[in-house]
């Protein structure tokens, strides 16, 4: 049946009348005849007794007054989902970022959505780092990721949403616990504790460039899945670490303590990534509410 069959259906069930029923639709008596008896041929029965007097709905008739209306309820509602994801008002947006770090920001950002556009869900995932995550956005299995980076990777923007710097993870009794600030040639004889090599972390990457400039190669020790799990070990005396000033505040393990790196200013930036021809409604309504929640730093 198509829809306007079933329309022309309602208004001469409702009306009982061809006449006010063609009025109601806007169209002439004749087509709305025309159109009933095509159902009926299709449908292989009648559903009205029309007399010179009368209309009225036969069994066949009163059986289909509910499918149809529903039929057209449902047209509606389909109409108005349709409508509402390409206005980007429903929808899902996978989100990708790494634990300590970033899941403050995160959480902030699906908290806003769920009260300014709660018609958008979200996926999260909280072990993605810097390689790994411009992989996905770029093969689609992440939307949006919370991501450092030095240079700006091909086919992905973002907004710099959080501006962190690097300080020395030591346990509390370290001969360097104490001081102000500590260079990473003071470092050179630590042994270091770092995030796995693949999926590479910014972090990881950091840790080698700032040794090797100092002269020196780190000497890793033990690999930690995650920035909790290199905490407990420093302050289990295994190593230490170099990490960001964010991870050690959202850490905060105790019987370690951050001491800042004495180097030239060099700020990393934590940017809230995706495609730059993402084409998604839902993400773009997510970005906007995004420049408010998590604003832009320098």
Not at 64 to 69: S, V
Not at 96 to 110: K, N, Q
Not at 203 to 230: K, M, W, Y
Request: charged fraction near 20%; charge should be negative.
């Amino acid at each position: 049946m198509e829809i306007q069959q079933v329309k022309a259906f309602l208004a001469v069930a409702e009306e009982l009348h061809f006449g006010r029923a063609a009025e109601r639709l806007g169209m002439l008596q004749p087509p709305l005849s025309r159109t009933i008896r095509t159902l009926e041929d299709h449908l292989g029965v009648d559903l009205f007794r029309r007399t010179t007097r009368n209309v009225a709905l036969t069994a066949a008739g009163e059986a289909l007054l509910e499918p149809a209306r529903k039929m057209v309820e449902y047209r509606t509602l389909a109409a108005e989902a349709v409508r509402r994801a390409a206005d980007g008002e429903t929808g899902h947006v996978q989100l990708g970022f790494a634990r300590s770090s970033s899941r403050g920001l995160a959480a902030a950002l699906v908290a806003a959505s769920t009260t300014q556009a709660p018609g958008i869900s979200f996926g999260l995932e909280s072990d993605v780092y810097a390689e790994e995550g411009i992989t996905r956005l770029l093969d689609g299995s992440l939307d949006l990721a919370l991501l450092r980076w030095w240079q700006q990777p091909p086919g992905i923007t973002g907004r710099p949403v959080m501006v962190e710097r690097l300080s020395a993870a030591l346990p509390v009794g370290h001969r360097l616990a104490g001081r102000a600030s500590v260079r990473v040639d003071e470092l050179a004889d630590e042994d270091f504790i770092a995030l796995p090599e693949h999926p590479s972390s910014t972090l990881r990457e950091t840790t080698l460039r700032l040794c090797h400039e100092a002269g020196f190669a780190p000497r890793l020790v033990q690999n930690a899945p995650d920035s909790q799990t290199i905490g407990a070990l420093i302050a289990a005396g295994v190593g230490i670490s170099i990490t960001f000033d964010s991870v050690s505040a959202a850490t905060r393990e105790t019987g370690t303590v951050a001491v800042p790196l004495d180097i030239p200013d060099e700020p990393t930036k934590l940017y809230l990534a995706h495609r730059t021809d993402h084409g998604k409604a839902s993400l773009e309504a997510v970005l906007t509410l995004a420049e408010a929640v998590l604003p832009t730093v320098e």
